[in-house]
């Protein structure tokens, strides 16, 4: 509850107007006038001895007979004073108001006039209270609903990566990825490029780009000696990751993000970012078969290492674990479409089928080799920390949202590029080779509606692309990259120097290709 104090603070200073006992009627009427007030005090020096209102003019001026340049105020004037203390509050003024059919209340400390609160005063603080409690019982409403809302949005994007982590991990640990390398055996390296790439390329598109790069890095350091072919192919899988991931909707966390918040659908994404997807590596890859040519010799060899790690696995449940892991994968998008149930579901579904699985081929093994191939060892290998960062990131882009932050920062970047999509999801790309592509692309779906542009619209598909590939850039701008960089030490200025204008010509390549295709 407001006090008196609080309330007079609020008040403007020197608003305590008066007249003195030897003053007309008529000035205290010129005095109300002018500072259109409904009283004045009576004031005999520092002593309140009255308060004149119009009430009294009224009932003991005009009704009586007098007149107001000859009467003055001390015989219209209100006596008996109902006064109120800095301590008290609006309540107390109201219950006096009613009580004692007052209209003004005088403000005392002791002997010292301090102020005048009027019923309007009264009136105006309580309707402001109640406002500012209905205000902050809205706020509140509204800020959780908008956490609960971002909660479970957010919660389908992590159930969805935790799912897919855990089928990968399962696959790696069965050794299930090496029916596909076991079947490298060249050593010519424009050819060993082209493999590793397109091999990095396909799975991404199934897997992820970051659990591609992470099984293809750690694939090269067993199988490349030198340290300067191994970086360069490690640097061409962040390409080539990206660029697979970018038109698959599980080949990326940001593509995933769009497709579970119906940015995008799984035949659209496809269709409308497959061709500038293999543009974005079919052009370094040229451009670096080039320049291989030019500066190697001919007879020169990639030496390969000898794969010597024997396996605990049988090659029947390494295939069995590869094709049951990549048909889950695959699963999810033809379960959200006859479903219509969230892909978490479908994803978490195939954890469930590979789970049991696995139970069923290891039952007669010993109780420690059972346990290194199952779902509970294998979620301890799963990267936690990856999963709360995007907790962390997404729920505060989620704020940023609902604070409005974004809406204001889309009006802008609509003012300064007129819509343009082309110029506004390049310069996301861009920026998202220095800030990571989650928050980005979670800002810009916060920044523009599916009202503004529907599902399907070339400026999410294009998006994908961008936000996708343009982290390739700088090592450090994908999660492909920064796992590899941890894996094969990839060091920063090494790849910025050799590999990062290969990923910008892929880059603008795939734009190109992706305009072409939507207008001609």
């Known amino acids: 509850m407001i006090s ?171 050794d299930g990825f090496r029916v596909v390398t076991d079947r490298i055996k060249t050593t010519n390296p424009v050819k060993l490029l082209w493999i590793i790439s397109w091999v990095a390329f396909i799975l991404s598109s199934v897997l992820d780009n970051m659990t591609t790069a992470i099984i293809m890095s750690a694939l090269l350091r067993k199988m490349i000696r030198k340290q300067k072919d191994l970086w360069f192919l490690g640097g061409f899988v962040i390409i080539a990751a990206n660029a697979g991931g970018a038109w698959s909707p599980i080949g990326d966390v940001t593509t995933i993000m769009l497709w579970i918040g119906g940015q995008v659908t799984t035949l659209g994404i496809i269709k409308s970012t497959f061709i500038a997807s293999v543009v974005c590596l079919l052009a370094p890859l040229f451009v670096a078969t080039l320049v291989i040519r030019r500066q190697s010799d001919p007879a020169d060899t990639a030496e390969l290492k000898e794969m010597t790690k024997e396996s605990e696995t049988t090659p029947f449940e390494r295939n069995l674990l590869f094709v049951l892991g990549v048909a889950a994968l695959l699963f999810v998008p033809v379960f959200k479409t006859v479903t219509h149930m969230p892909p978490y579901m479908g994803i978490l579904l195939g954890v469930g089928v590979l789970w049991y699985v696995t139970e069923f081929i290891h039952r007669d093994k010993e109780h420690e080799v059972k346990h290194g191939f199952s779902v509970a060892n294998t979620l301890h290998r799963i990267d936690s920390p990856a999963i709360l960062f995007f907790l962390g990131i997404l729920l505060a882009v989620g704020a940023l949202e609902a604070s409005g932050h974004l809406h204001l920062l889309s009006e802008l970047l609509n003012r300064a590029f007129a819509g343009n999509i082309y110029v506004i999801n390049i310069l996301i790309g861009l ?90």
């Not at 936000?467 to 920064?482: E, M, N, P, Q, R």
């Open 4 to 174: 008196v104090e609080k309330l007079l603070a609020a008040k403007p200073k020197g608003t305590i107007w008066f007249v003195t006992p030897n003053d007309m009627v008529i000035d205290a009427l010129n005095l109300m006038a002018e500072k259109n007030i409904g009283a004045v005090l009576v004031m005999d020096g520092e002593k309140l001895i009255g308060i004149f209102s119009e009430r009294d003019y009224a009932r003991k001026g005009i009704i009586q007979g007098r007149k107001a340049k000859s009467t003055p105020v001390t015989e219209v004037m209100t006596s008996k004073l109902f006064t109120v203390t800095p301590d008290m509050d609006i309540e107390d003024c109201m219950n006096l108001f009613s009580e004692k059919r007052i209209r003004h209340l005088p403000v005392m400390q002791g002997d010292t006039l301090l102020g005048v609160l009027s019923i309007g005063d009264i009136v105006n603080a309580i309707i402001q209270e109640q406002s500012t409690h209905k205000i902050g019982a809205d706020t509140q409403g509204y800020l959780k609903h908008s956490l609960s809302e971002h909660l479970s949005s957010i919660s389908e994007i992590l159930f969805f990566l935790l799912g897919a982590m855990t089928i990968v991990e399962l696959v790696d640990v069965h």
């Open 431 to 520: 920026l998202s080779s220095v800030v990571d592509n989650v928050p980005l692309v979670a800002a810009s779906m916060g920044m523009y509606k599916l009202t503004e542009f529907p599902p399907d619209h070339d400026f999410w598909e294009l998006m994908a692309y961008c936000a996708g590939t343009g982290g390739s850039i700088l090592i450090i701008g994908s999660a492909a990259g920064v796992a590899s960089m941890g894996i094969l030490k990839v060091d920063f200025i090494w790849y910025m120097k050799r590999i990062s204008l290969y990923a910008l010509i892929g880059y603008f390549a795939g734009v190109a290709a992706y305009y072409l295709q939507h207008h001609f």
